[in-house]
């Protein structure tokens, strides 16, 4: 590990404060920079506003004095060897400070449910270390990814990092499943229970919006990291007060000034949300993809999976979903006797249990007219053309469509919510800069078989026939 000269002075600052009720002054933090650096009084003397001789003889012997006594663990410290005496203080200062923040996350920092496991985990490092700005900078942020892309795993390696590492910066960090879609009531008071469970058990105000009033003084006073995962849940179909309700107390959480932030994940993007965006308010949506090839790969050698080229294909077809490649090694495992060799000369796309549960969702309740006609569309054309539809051809082909109408800024609207929703994927032309879509296999797969009869629920739909 190693210390910046920063973070030992913060460390050594304090240290030194306790011993003798008063911190380091300017020409002590002159002389110890200077030492840190190697620099003879001389030059210690040219980078500051004090003297030779002052800072050799009025301040650099006292002050060695005093480390020796509060960091020199027994030995006498100089100008020579203090580097080793700060960095050693700080090295062990940051040792205690992460067992204590184990200690605390056993002991309640960490409040809420249990964190998903995450000793096995692949990748992700970037998007770790955007997330970790985000939390410090917004105060609602949500990613959004498809089914089983390892959103919840994201987001509780997040938490693991932040509570067990030197970042600590949140006075106490929450994790809530609301997969259950809890009425705003009920969540708000699972809140406050957490956050402040003294005024919980005394005097708990009667209507919901006071209650939000209290959660949101907590949220100023203390600095808390609210994970709320399957927030999509909050937001039922059926439900529009509910939808209400939650919209009004996310655009009060982020419209109140206070450091703290509420994290959700979601396997779609939030109606509600995105309005507020839209009118400008400070959300902030993440979009997940896939593990990148490099993660992917170790994912599928850890289930034994040893042939490079054949998990790059599997990889690129199951776009580095790792728990449709889960679910794919099982079916290779149980089918093909573990042999990629055998699976990929009689390939097919399989559809993991999870993403197909999530599709029959999605297509029985939340896709709208015009999204399905495009899904359709793209992939009955991709049957012939796996290279991709261009825009101007959906467009036309929406105009064709006799039995409605749809206006160039709807199918622009849907092309964007389903592309966030990872239902499709769009790559633009080098040269001709034209855009075009195309279907990932599990999603064409899905779209073809319509193993629900879902896909084709309304009658402004073209059929389209069913291929296996
Ligand atoms: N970074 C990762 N490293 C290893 N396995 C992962 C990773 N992300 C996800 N997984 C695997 O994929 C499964 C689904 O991930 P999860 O986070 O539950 O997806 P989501 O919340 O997006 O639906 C996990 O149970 C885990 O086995
Ligand atoms: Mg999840």
Redesign the pocket.
């Known amino acids: 590990m190693t210390v910046a000269f920063d973070e030992a002075l913060t460390i050594v600052n304090q240290l030194v404060f306790d011993k003798r009720a008063k911190y380091l002054n300017e020409p002590e933090v002159t002389v110890l920079k200077g030492a840190w650096n190697n620099w003879d009084y001389d030059q210690m003397a040219k980078h500051s506003r004090f003297s030779i001789n002052y800072l050799q003889r009025g301040v650099a012997s006292k002050l060695f004095d005093v480390l020796t006594k509060t960091i020199g663990n027994g030995e006498r410290i100089t100008k020579r060897n203090v580097r080793f005496f700060l960095e050693q203080a700080a090295k062990n200062y940051f040792t205690k400070s992460a067992l204590t923040a184990e200690h605390n996350l056993s002991s309640g920092r960490l409040l809420g449910g249990q964190l998903p496991d995450v000793s096995i985990f692949y990748g992700r490092t970037h998007e770790l270390m955007l997330l970790k700005q985000l939390v410090n900078t917004t105060r609602c942020l949500t990613i959004v990814g498809a089914s089983g892309i390892g ?2 795993m994201l987001a509780a390696k997040l938490i693991q990092e932040l509570t067990t590492k030197r970042q600590l910066n949140f006075d106490c960090i929450i994790w809530k499943s609301v997969a259950h879609s809890p009425i705003l009531n009920d969540l708000v008071d699972e809140l406050l229970e957490l956050v402040c469970p003294s005024e919980y058990n005394s005097n708990l105000p009667e209507y919901t919006q006071a209650k939000i009033t209290l959660l949101l003084k907590q949220l100023q006073t203390y600095r808390c990291l609210i994970v709320l ?2 927030a999509e849940a909050l937001f039922p179909i059926n439900n529009v007060s509910q939808r209400l309700d939650y919209r009004l107390f996310f655009r009060r959480l982020v419209e109140e000034k206070h450091e703290s932030c509420l994290l959700l ?1 979601s396997k779609i993007l939030l109606n509600e949300l995105n309005d507020l965006i839209l009118s400008k308010r400070p959300l902030f949506f993440f979009k997940l993809e896939g593990l990148d090839p490099e993660s992917a790969l170790q994912f599928l050698q850890s289930k034994g999976f040893t042939d490079k080229e054949h998990c790059l294909s599997l990889i690129k077809t199951y776009r580095g979903n790792p728990s449709e490649l889960e679910a794919l090694v099982e079916k290779v495992n149980y089918y093909f006797a573990g042999s990629t060799q055998k699976f990929l000369e009689n390939e097919t796309t399989f559809v993991s249990s999870k993403l197909e549960s999530t599709l029959n969702h999605l297509f029985s309740q939340v896709l709208t007219d015009i999204e399905r006609i495009i899904l359709i569309y793209l992939a009955q054309k991709m049957v012939s053309n796996s290279k991709g539809v261009s825009f101007l051809s959906i467009l036309d082909n929406l105009k064709k469509n006799r039995k409605t109408s749809f206006s160039t800024s709807e199918l622009v609207k849907a092309l964007e919510k389903l592309e966030m929703q990872s239902l499709i994927e769009s790559t633009k032309d080098p040269n001709t800069k034209e855009i075009s879509f195309t279907l990932q296999p599990v999603i064409k797969k899905y779209i073809t078989t319509d193993p629900l009869g879902l896909v084709h629920m309304t009658d402004v739909l073209p059929k389209l026939a069913k291929i296996s």
């Open positions: 959103k919840t995962d399957e994940t």
